[in-house]
């Protein structure tokens, strides 16, 4: 059974690194193939994508954010991590890790975790 | 970035009757290998988004078989034959044929 859960600091301030961590279960990454990636929804909105790793360490961003991503991983841990940099109040979202195979068919996805930027 | 353009943006349908939602892209999603990378996803109210057809046509794991989609180029549609009072939510198609990565606005589905 696949399984992935998001954690991260619930609130921060304008102008901080948010730091996430996505820990999973059920799938490596260090198979061949395997990815997570990174989703963000604000309150009552629609889905973002921000980024993605692979099992072979290739990482893809959002252009849109930017050079403020930074993905990446422990593959021995089975943990995927995401930091933004410089939020501000647009960045307040539920974020979603999500397994990815095959290309990004994203068929598990976590229970997302809230954060709130706000000074 | 690829524009998905999703309608109707709300459908509301009773128990049993078929529906289809469009997705429609700003440009063609065949690339030059010849495959074509949409997605629908499902998101119940409350609840994570959860896959239900990848690369256009391909029944996610245990999704029912009642749910469909089909298209080309630019031009996409999920269709439900006999909705159920568990298909409420909002669906959303995605493309990955182009960087990066695209999600349309939503079609939220109501039960009458």
């Known amino acids: 059974q696949v399984t992935l859960k998001e954690s991260g600091p619930g609130i921060l301030q304008p102008s901080q690194t948010l730091s996430l961590t996505c820990t999973f279960s059920?799938?490596?990454?260090?198979?061949?193939?395997?990815?997570v990636g990174w989703i963000r929804q604000p309150s009552g909105k629609g889905l973002e994508w921000l980024a993605n790793?692979?099992?072979?360490?290739?990482?893809y961003y959002n252009p849109s954010l930017k050079n403020r991503l930074t993905i990446s991983k422990d593959t021995s841990n089975n943990q995927a991590f995401l930091k933004i940099t410089n939020v501000d109040t647009a960045d307040t979202a539920t974020y979603y890790c999500?397994?990815?195979?095959?290309?990004?068919?994203?068929?598990?996805w976590g229970q997302g975790a809230s954060v709130t930027v706000s000074s | 970035d690829v524009v998905l353009t999703q309608t109707p943006s709300t459908l509301s349908a009773t128990i049993g009757q078929s529906v289809s939602i469009s997705c429609r892209s700003s440009?063609?999603?065949?690339?030059?290998?010849?495959?074509?990378?949409l997605y629908w996803y499902l998101q119940r109210p409350g609840q994570s988004p959860q896959l239900l057809i990848y690369?256009?046509?391909n029944l996610g794991s245990g999704v029912p078989n009642r749910f469909s989609g089909s298209g080309s180029g630019t031009d996409f549609t999920l269709k439900i034959s006999g909705v159920e009072a568990e298909d409420l939510g909002v669906y959303y198609c995605?493309?990955?044929?182009?960087?990066?990565?695209?999600f349309g606005s939503g079609t939220k589905l109501e039960i009458k």
């Open positions: 059920g799938f490596s990454l260090s198979t061949y193939g395997m990815g």
């Open positions: 440009q063609s999603l065949l690339d030059s290998a010849g495959n074509t990378y």
């Open positions: 790793i692979w099992w072979d360490d290739d990482k």
């Open positions: 995605m493309q990955a044929t182009h960087a990066p990565l695209t």
């Open positions: 690369l256009v046509s």
């Open positions: 999500a397994r990815s195979y095959g290309p990004y068919v994203m068929d598990a």
